[in-house]
């Protein structure tokens, strides 16, 4: 049985299975990238939920496997040379989980790269603008008087949702007929926008013909609803 003693999170969250991946997560569209991700690798996972609204990520413990106290971290009792392996970051652990499993990535070199390079537009762009215009439109940003920063990321937000727009002109996924780390990266977040963050409006989403499409046809993939709700979240 792995020892995972040298994680200090394992303290705060002890493993009742340490045979099995551990996953530090929170059902945030970050956070689902890994359990979507987890989910239809079908790799044994044990989640443990991360209270973000209690600051669960900035003790010492978590911060001990991620210094930039965010959500989402695993612990793979079973890394490379069969050694115990902490990653952060979701882009990172969707390319990780990919490689280990040889799913969901292209082993061609060029679809490979081109399927990488839609996983940092995510990373670099649809996360933090979408995240931008939520708290803008619906938290505490929506009380400044100075709408420039919510036209901003309104504007931008936009755009991009046209880039995968075109991106998807005759395409079923990101990657053309195969489903790829690329559209795991993407969906919580659409999702999030017109959803939770009730953007959608804002944003002119049902102006789209191929995101809704795309969106509905990820969203009924049966790993991806588990996904969408893993770690649950206590009672």
Known sequence: MPDLSA???????????????????????????????????????????????????????????????????IIDPDGPGGKPFALFESGAILLYLAEKTGQLLPSE????????????????????????????????????????????????????????????????????????IADISLLGWVRNLVGFYDAGELVEFDSLKRVPAWLERGLARPAVQRGLTIPARPA
């Open 109 to 180: 070199p060029l679809r490979r790269y081109e399927t990488i390079q839609w996983v940092f537009f995510q990373m670099a762009s649809v996360g933090p603008m979408f995240g931008q215009l939520g708290f803008f439109h619906k938290f505490a940003g929506r009380e400044i008087e100075d709408k420039r920063p919510l036209e901003r990321y309104r504007n931008e937000s936009k755009r991009l949702l046209g880039v995968l727009e075109t991106r998807l002109d005759g395409r079923d996924w990101i990657m053309g007929d195969e489903y790829t």
């Open 7 to 73: 994680f200090p999170i394992t303290s705060r969250w002890p493993a009742q299975h340490p045979d099995r991946i551990q996953l530090y997560s929170t059902p945030t569209p970050n956070g689902v990238k890994v359990s979507i991700m987890l989910e239809e690798t079908e790799l044994p996972y044990e989640p443990h939920f991360i209270n973000i609204s209690q600051n669960e990520t900035w003790i010492p413990e978590y911060l001990a496997l991620n210094p930039n106290g965010k959500i989402p971290a």
